[in-house]
C-alpha cells in the first residue's frame, strides 16, 4: 500500500468561552490537521498541536514520503527526521511533532487497512473506559456563553458539572496573580463538593519558590491531589518537594532528570509530543520501570483525543484521568465529535484506526478562520493588550 499525498491544514479551534491562565487569555488553540491518502485510496488522519507544523510537512517530509509503503512507519522516520538526539538538541520540536502527526496517521491508516481499532493493534485493552477530568478555570465571556469571573461562579460551574455529567474528578489553572484568588476557588469546590471530589490544580510555571512554599500547606489540607509545574524549573521543584507531600507534574518530558532529581511524580503529554506513537509507548513504558505516572494533557481535536484514548487503552501504567477541555469545546472536526464524559469517563471509539470520521465542512471552516484571522493567540492579556506578562507572577 503506496502513499499518493501527504496534506497538513492548519487550523483555529475556538473554545465556547476564553479562559484564564498563567499567561492571560486563551481562546482556542492551533493545531494542524493531517491526512495521508494510499493509492488505494485509504486517507489516514492525524493531528499535530502547532500550526508550524504545516508547513514542514507540506514542504519538507511530504515529498520524502509520497510512493513509500504506507506500512512502513519505521522507513517513515529514517527519511523524516534526523537522528533523534541531534532533533532534540537543537530544541526541533516543530519538526518532531510534525512527524508525530503523520506516523498517527500512518497508525489510522493500519487500522483502517485491517479492519482493527488501533488499540487492538497495541495488543488490547485494559480497559474501555477511559477516565479525564473537568477543566475549571476564570473565563472571559464568549460568543454564547458567559464566562465564570469569580471564584464563586467556578465552584457553581463545577457543581453544575457534577450533578449534569456525574463529575467528581476536575482539574483547573491556579495561576492568578494573586493567588489568594485561585485558593478561593479550591476552597469553595472542596466545601460544595466535599471529599468525594478530586481536585487537581495546573499553576504553568505561575510561581517562585517563595510564594509556592507559602501556597503548600494550605493546598495540601484541601486534599490537592496533583499541583502541575507549581515553580519555573525542575530544580525548584525538587526543592518544594521538602515543603509537600503533594505529587508534581510537569509538561517537561526529561525522565533521565526526573529520575535523577525526584520529580516531578508524572509527566503530562501527548503522542506528538514525543515524536509520535512508537515513541510514547517506549516512553511510558521508561516511566513504568522509572515508578513515574504519565496522563494526557488537553486542547487537541477529536483527532489527537482519539490517539491517546487508544493509547490508554492500550496502556495499563496510564492510571490517572487525562485533563480533558472536552465540555469547553462546542463543535469538532470529527463527525462524531466532541467527545463528553459521563461520570468521569469516555468510552474508547471501535471504529477501525482511530475510529473517528474527518469533518470536510468543519475541517474547512476551521482552517477559514485561520486563513482569515491568524492562528489563536493563547498569550493575550486583556489587562495589557500588546504586551506580554513576565513570570513568576509572584
Known amino acids: 500500500m503506496k502513499i499518493r499525498r501527504v496534506k497538513a491544514t492548519p487550523i483555529n479551534y475556538r473554545l465556547e468561552a476564553p479562559y484564564v491562565w498563567v499567561f492571560g487569555e486563551l481562546d482556542g488553540f492551533s493545531p494542524t490537521i493531517v491526512e495521508v491518502e494510499t493509492e488505494d485510496g485509504l486517507v489516514g488522519i492525524g493531528e499535530a498541536p502547532t500550526p508550524g507544523a504545516a508547513a514542514v510537512i507540506n514542504d519538507v517530509l511530504a515529498p520524502r514520503l509520497a510512493g513509500r509503503d504506507a506500512f512502513d512507519i519505521a522507513g517513515a522516520e529514517e527519511v523524516c527526521l534526523p537522528f533523534w538526539s541531534g532533533v532534540q538538541s537543537i530544541n526541533d520540536r516543530t519538526r518532531i511533532m510534525a512527524f508525530g502527526a ?5 497508525w489510522d491508516l493500519r487500522g483502517k487497512a485491517w479492519k482493527q481499532p488501533l488499540y487492538q493493534l497495541l495488543g488490547g485493552a485494559v480497559r474501555k473506559d477511559i477516565p479525564f477530568t473537568d477543566y475549571f478555570s476564570l473565563r472571559g465571556d464568549g460568543a454564547t456563553v458567559k464566562g465564570e469571573k ?12 457534577h450533578e449534569r455529567h456525574g463529575t467528581t474528578f476536575f482539574e483547573g489553572k491556579f495561576s492568578t496573580h494573586d493567588p489568594k484568588v485561585s485558593m478561593k476557588m479550591v476552597e469553595l469546590i472542596r ?3 466535599g471529599d468525594a471530589a478530586m481536585i487537581r490544580i495546573d499553576s504553568n510555571q505561575a510561581y517562585s519558590l517563595a510564594t509556592a512554599r507559602q501556597l503548600a500547606r494550605p493546598l ?3 486534599g490537592v491531589r496533583n499541583w502541575e509545574d507549581p515553580v519555573a524549573t525542575i530544580e525548584e521543584m525538587r526543592e518544594l ?3 509537600t507531600s503533594i505529587p508534581f507534574s510537569t509538561h ?6 526526573a529520575m535523577e532529581l525526584k520529580v516531578p511524580d508524572a509527566f503530562v503529554g501527548n503522542p506528538t509530543a514525543h515524536g509520535g506513537i512508537n515513541r510514547m509507548l517506549r516512553f511510558v513504558g521508561a516511566c513504568e520501570h522509572a515508578g513515574i505516572d504519565y496522563w494526557c494533557y488537553s486542547g487537541d481535536t477529536g483527532i489527537g483525543s482519539a490517539c491517546y484514548l487508544h493509547l490508554c487503552a492500550a496502556l495499563g501504567w496510564i492510571r490517572e484521568p487525562n485533563q480533558s477541555l472536552f465540555r469547553m469545546q462546542p463543535m469538532d472536526v470529527i463527525e462524531e465529535g466532541p467527545f463528553a464524559p459521563k461520570n468521569n469517563v469516555v468510552p474508547v471509539p471501535e471504529g477501525h484506526g482511530l475510529g473517528v470520521t474527518l469533518s470536510r465542512e468543519r475541517l474547512a471552516a476551521c482552517h477559514r478562520d485561520f ?3 491568524g492562528p489563536c493567540n493563547k498569550y493575550h492579556d486583556p489587562e495589557k493588550p500588546g504586551t506580554y506578562r513576565r513570570l513568576p507572577l509572584n
Open 102 to 106: 503523520i506516523e498517527m496517521a500512518l
Open 150 to 161: 469569580t471564584p464563586e461562579e467556578v465552584a457553581d460551574y463545577c457543581v453544575e458539572l
Open 191 to 193: 466545601r460544595k463538593l
Open 220 to 222: 495540601e489540607e484541601l
Open 241 to 243: 518537594r521538602r515543603h
Open 252 to 257: 517537561n518530558i526529561d525522565i533521565a532528570r
Open 371 to 373: 486563513v482569515e484571522n
